[in-house]
């Protein structure tokens, strides 16, 4: 799940709606909806993501202010691109929840481009289509938005930011999605994790610039845009294949990014240092309301991976390790809420949180269920 976290000060810092901060369920030891509802809320967190159309979930958000975006899982993507089955998927998990769950999305598939089943890649927009035509004859059509999230190797190239361009074998079934985005007003979503490009290169990638510290940065020979730090890059890489393809005009938003606090050997960076000052620098640049430098005046929508450790996910240990939370609702480690405003300056690789920072567990509602001595929502 992602979760879109809304986040209200007083004074001159106004109003400020910036971040999200994906919520997976890959573990047996999470804590129930109802106790992530409450933590979501002491957040004052508004906008969720789920990765399935879990009815717990559903029905355990009825009737308070989170909207959901729901999921449609790989699999079922052969099975509703036939108009029928798309009604009815439309019909049984997502009309009876309405308006007591503020549903407000709908993720058709995830990483789709990503894998090697091409059958997915080629069932992914019919059925985007059939599920928009059944919210279309339902009425829901205005209020529920359609899109998919795609990783960064849906890019044949990346580097410099203006020559991103989409693979070759991807180019046309990439331009009937970006078609159908177009049409229906959505935006296009791309998970981008600099950690992953400084894991394999560490010796040739800055960890500052991957980190957002100050550093000096690069700039694109064709275009002279200056870029501080490489999740900037990449999406602006997205951007400027998405143009390529003639849809200059779709916004980008960051469905996944984050860094994990533990890996295996191998895994370099993966440390709670630097997994605290990526998510506290990321936070601080989203608190500015900041665009990219290609679109400085539309801000960057960001859902952070992830809101817990999940113990049942395969892979590296680094998968298991993205958290910022135990389940048991302890911090992983303190990514703090410092530089609420513009002027402050980007930390440096330390996990300790200034005296003027103010951390998640700091800013939430005050909630029975919060141990001061745990650090402890559960």
């Not at 990014?257 to 993966?270: F, L, N, Q, R, Y």
Request: proline residues 7%.
């Amino acid at each position: 799940m992602c979760l879109m976290v809304r986040f209200t000060f007083t004074g001159w810092f106004g109003f400020i709606e910036s971040l999200g901060i994906n919520y997976g369920q890959v573990g047996n030891n999470l804590p129930p909806p109802d106790k992530v509802l409450v933590l979501l809320e002491s957040l004052r967190v508004t906008k969720t993501r789920i990765y399935d159309t879990n009815p717990d979930i559903l029905n355990t958000f009825a009737g308070s202010d989170v909207e959901l975006i729901v999921t449609v899982e790989n699999d079922m993507l052969g099975t509703l691109m036939d108009p029928q089955q798309a009604s009815q998927w439309v019909t049984t998990r997502i009309k009876p929840y309405l308006p007591a769950t503020k549903i407000t999305g709908i993720a058709v598939g995830n990483e789709v481009f990503t894998g090697d089943d091409m059958s997915l890649v080629d069932n992914l927009v019919p059925a985007m289509v059939s599920i928009q035509r059944a919210l279309v004859q339902l009425g829901l059509h205005q209020s529920i938005q359609v899109s998919t999230p795609s990783s960064l190797a849906v890019l044949a190239n990346s580097y410099p930011p203006s020559e991103g361009v989409f693979k070759p074998e991807i180019a046309t079934i990439m331009t009937q999605l970006l078609q159908f985005l177009s049409t229906t007003r959505s935006p296009f979503w791309i998970n981008a994790y600099p950690y992953f490009a400084y894991k394999d290169s560490p010796d040739k990638i800055s960890l500052d610039y991957a980190l957002f510290n100050p550093n000096s940065g690069m700039i694109d020979p064709h275009t002279n845009m200056h870029y501080d730090n490489m999740l900037y890059a990449q999406v602006d890489a997205v951007i400027f294949a998405i143009a390529r393809l003639g849809y200059g005009g779709i916004e980008v938003r960051v469905s996944e990014t984050g860094w994990p606090s533990k890996g295996d050997p191998d895994e370099v960076g993966a440390t709670p240092q630097n997994a605290a000052v990526y998510n506290r620098n990321l936070l601080r640049r989203q608190l500015r309301g900041e665009g990219t430098p290609l679109r400085p005046k539309m801000r960057l929508e960001i859902y952070l991976f992830a809101l817990f450790n999940e113990d049942m996910k395969p892979g590296p240990t680094s998968e298991r390790n993205y958290g910022l939370y135990q389940p048991d609702g302890s911090m992983a480690y303190n990514v703090g809420l410092s530089a609420l405003s513009a002027r402050t300056t980007p930390t440096s690789t330390s996990t300790t949180t200034p005296s003027s920072s103010i951390s998640l567990t700091s800013m939430a509602t005050k909630v029975s269920l919060y141990s001061h001595k745990n650090h402890c929502f559960f």
